[in-house]
């Protein structure tokens, strides 16, 4: 089966990014598919290189980045979100004017169209948050 | 499911200010609007609150958006399910709420009510309809 996930919390102060990448490992594990998934409201959060969690902590953004590399899951952050939030990626950061660019390795930053794109596409839509 | 159109359900279940997932979930659906999907909106617990009529954000600072659903007619987003049990839970009749119509141009574009007012166990049977919902 085809999933498609949506992560729709921040990391550390809620629960969904991390069962959402418990849900995407285990599916994975039992041979389903997920291509992409989408990081929506505060779970764009997640995708920030520049959090630094206590050493002793899961590191939330690493374990998705490695995911991906080892996966190829496409892990999409929603650009309005983001923006609202301060993640910009090198070409919206000068695009903007802003000094500094924070998306993690193996994030993308892009729009709500991949969203539903996502929904078209997948068999099963799983929303993790509120 | 027919010739790659699947139905998507967006519910709304969160007042109008004091978050932004209100607002996030309607840019989700002007955006999903160009997608050709077949679209519905529900409104249910606080969510009702979205659809009230005579909103005045001024006090807080904060963008009015209800005007907004009085153009998704435009957007073909027709259908809106409203629960009943929630707006009774909150004190709050149809009277409360905008009046949403859009033009139905399979009746010679006749104007048309866009909300629609089910009961929670109709509500049940909305959302088992669906191929894909997006919860906000």
Redesign the interface.
Known sequence: MKFGV?V?EGPYTHQASDTAYHFVTAALAAGHEVPRVFF??DGVNVGTRLSIPPQDERNIQEQWTALAKEHGTDLVICI??AQ?RGLLDKNEAERQGKDADNIAEGFRIS???Q???M??D?DR?M?F?? | MEDGVKKFLYVNRKAPYGTIYALEALEVVLIGAAFDQDVSLAFLDDGVFQLTKGQDTKEIGVKNFSPTFRALGDYEVTKLYVEKESLDERGLTTDDLQEITYEDEDDDWAEKPSIIIVSRSEMADVMAGQDVILSF
């Open positions: 949506v729709s929506y409201h309005a979100a609202r729009g709500l169209g969203l539903i794109e929904g078209i997948a839509l929303t948050g509120d």
